[in-house]
């Protein structure tokens, strides 16, 4: 199992972003995934899930900003994040779920949302 994060990097308050997470090893339709961040000194905060029909749930200090979604054809996994602020900064991490707990993460993506 491979979970592979792309699409970080440097934004200015307001600005957009889109996250990939590339997954391989695994039939990626058959599991919910995840986004989870961690910020600077803080503890791992959960973002978003997505089941493998696309049925979605997204923590409040997001919801309305970040749309998860997935393309079970691609194995691909995205979050993309409109209107970032600087509480956004973090590293974001995909995962997988498998029906217990997140069994497999990736390496993660840092975003740094700053003038």
């Known amino acids: 199992v491979q979970l592979v994060e792309s699409g970080g990097g440097l934004v200015q308050p307001g600005g957009s972003l889109r996250l990939s997470c590339a997954a391989s090893?695994?039939?990626?339709?058959?599991?919910?995934m995840s986004w989870v961040r961690q910020a600077p000194g803080k503890g791992p905060e959960w973002v978003s899930q997505i089941s493998g029909r696309s049925s979605t749930s997204t923590v409040d200090s997001v919801n309305g900003r970040f749309m998860t979604s997935r393309d079970n054809g691609k194995n691909t996994l995205y979050l993309q994040m409109n209107n970032l602020v600087p509480e956004d900064t973090a590293r974001y991490f995909c995962?997988?779920?498998?029906?217990?707990?997140?069994?497999?993460w990736g390496q993660g993506t840092q975003v740094t949302v700053s003038l």
């Open positions: 995962a997988r779920h498998n029906g217990f707990t997140y069994d497999y």
């Open positions: 090893g695994f039939t990626f339709g058959n599991y919910y």
